[in-house]
Structure formats: C-alpha cells, structure tokens
C-alpha cells in the first residue's frame, strides 16, 4: 500500500496504523499486542487510534482486510499479469512466498507463517467476521491457484478436477505456511512449492533461480 499516495491526512494515519498494527499481529499475534503498543509503534497517541477503530476488535478486521488485500495484489494478481504459464505462475508465487518468509527470518531468526491464518484461527471463534473476511479471501486465493490448476491440464492434455486440484493446492500451500512456522524454517514454504508443482504435472520447475541455474 502506497500511504503517500492517499488523498488525505487522514486516510493516510488510518493507513498507517493499519499497516504498524499488522506488523505487530503477525509477529506477536491480536492478544500479545495491547493498542499502547500499535500507538507507540505508529507514532501516534492512543486517542488518534481510537479516532479511527472503535476498539482492537475493530483494528482487527482493518488488519485482516489489509492483508488480504495486499495478498490477493501482490502474490496473486500481479504473477497473474507477469506470467501466462501455470508452473510459471505458481513457482512464482512461492517464490515470493519464501522471500518473504526467508526475510523475516533473516531479520528475527523466526517464522511466523500466514498473517491471515494466523488471525483467523486466533480470533474466528469469537470474531465471526474475522472468519467471514478471511475466507472471503481465502475463496479468492482458490480460484487463483484452481485457474493454475485447469490451465496445467490444459497444457498437458491431462485428465482431472480444476476445482479439486485448486483446493488441494491451498491445502498443501497452508500446509507449508504452518510447517515453516513451527519449524522456524522458510525452506519449508519451499518443499511445499515443489510438491504443488508436482501435483500440476511440472515437478521440473525450478522455484529460485538458482534452481534452474544448477539443472
């Protein structure tokens, strides 16, 4: 998100707040984070977060909106615009899905997997609409990975489900997310990369360059 870019002061301090408290959510989770926190961290004063949300709930579904939002745009649509072909797609996209792991890694020496996992399944029991929002767009991811998927058998001539194929790549893909966050270990994100590109039929496809580089 370009906060610069919004068109008003305040807009762009809602945006930052937003963007400070996803950070700290998703490194120390909704209930290790109190709003003192997000307003020192943001450089603002306590007032100035509760001008824009109600309560930390009200964060919250804020946070989980702007994730999925810069999910959706920057591991999806833009693969989607850079690459036609399905194995380029989907390397792509766990390619950037390990970058970014392998950066915080590098940073902290830990993992903390799928921000929009993580706060649904911290706060979908109690916050119906944190669930709501994060399987809207966790709907959204399916048909991206379910395109790649009817793609792939177009390209071979293969028979199977686009839709089951899709929803099995999601799987192996939250799979991979959460075991490199217990392990502490990116290069988990991926081994679940190589598994997908082996489901689709292009188990050769390198996902870093230096992949295809050693081939």
């Not at 989980?64 to 999806?76: C, D, H, R, S």
Request: hydrophobic share 45%.
């Amino acid at each position: 998100m370009d906060i610069a870019a919004l068109p008003t002061k305040g807009e762009r301090t809602r945006a930052h707040i937003v963007t400070t408290a996803a950070q700290l959510f998703w490194r120390r989770n909704f209930h290790g984070v109190s709003v003192d926190q997000v307003a020192d961290a943001a450089k603002v004063n306590k007032a100035t977060v509760y001008r824009y949300f109600a309560d930390k709930r009200d964060l919250a579904l804020a946070v989980v909106k702007f994730n999925g939002a810069v999910t959706l745009e920057v591991f999806f649509a833009s693969t989607f615009e850079k690459y036609t072909a399905p194995q380029d797609r989907l390397a792509e996209i766990y390619r950037l899905t390990y970058q970014a792991h392998a950066d915080i890694h590098a940073e902290t020496g830990d993992v903390f997997g799928c921000p929009m996992v993580g706060l649904a399944l911290e706060l979908g029991q109690d916050m119906p609409e944190i669930r709501e929002e994060s399987q809207r767009v966790f709907e959204q991811v399916e048909a991206y990975l379910t395109a790649i998927a009817r793609d792939a058998i177009a390209a071979r001539g293969a028979s199977g489900e686009a839709e089951v194929i899709g929803r099995t790549l999601m799987q192996i893909q939250h799979g991979g997310f959460a075991s490199a966050r217990v392990a502490a270990d990116p290069t988990r994100v991926l081994d679940a990369g190589r598994a997908a590109l082996a489901l689709i039929g292009f188990p050769d496809t390198p996902i870093l360059n230096e992949e295809g580089s050693n081939s």
